[in-house]
C-alpha cells in the first residue's frame, strides 16, 4: 500500500507561481523509484483530467498540452517526493490538483487527497 499527501496548494493571481509537494511512503518491498508518479486535476463540474508525469527514475516526463511549457514534474526519490511547479498560472488551472503512484508497468493504484489550487484573475 502506498499513502500520498499533498501540499502546497493555495490562493493565487493570474500570472503567479505554485509549487505543490506530493509526499509518498512506498510499499514493503519496493522503492520509490519503482513508481512512475502522476499529477492529475478536477475542476468543478469537469471530469479528472492528465496533467503531468514523471517516471520512476526522473528521466521522463509528460504533460498535457495545456501545461506544456508552464508547468515542471519532479522528484526526489531520497525524500520520497514529487514536485509540480506550476508557474504562469492562469483561471483555468483553478482545480483539486491530485498526485498518484502507478508501480512500474501498472495502472495509477493509488491517489493523495488532493489540494486546491485557486487562480482569481
Known amino acids: 500500500q502506498v499513502q500520498l499527501v499533498e501540499s502546497g496548494g493555495g490562493l493565487v493571481q493570474a500570472g503567479g507561481s505554485l509549487r505543490l509537494s506530493c509526499a509518498a511512503s512506498?510499499?514493503?518491498?519496493?522503492?520509490?523509484?519503482?513508481?512512475?508518479m502522476g499529477w492529475f486535476r478536477q475542476a468543478p463540474g469537469k471530469e479528472r483530467e492528465f496533467v503531468a508525469s514523471?517516471?520512476?527514475?526522473?528521466?521522463?516526463?509528460n504533460y498535457a498540452d495545456s501545461v506544456q511549457g508552464r508547468f515542471t514534474a519532479s522528484r526526489d526519490n531520497a525524500k520520497f517526493t514529487v514536485y509540480l511547479q506550476m508557474n504562469s498560472l492562469k483561471p483555468e488551472d483553478t482545480a483539486v490538483y491530485y498526485c498518484?503512484?502507478?508501480?512500474?508497468?501498472?495502472?495509477?493504484?493509488?491517489w493523495g487527497q488532493g489540494t486546491q489550487v485557486t487562480v482569481s484573475s
Open positions: 514523471i517516471s520512476g527514475s526522473g528521466r521522463w516526463r
Open positions: 498518484a503512484a502507478a508501480y512500474v508497468g501498472k495502472d495509477y493504484a493509488y
Open positions: 512506498a510499499a514493503s518491498g519496493r522503492t520509490f523509484d519503482d513508481y512512475n
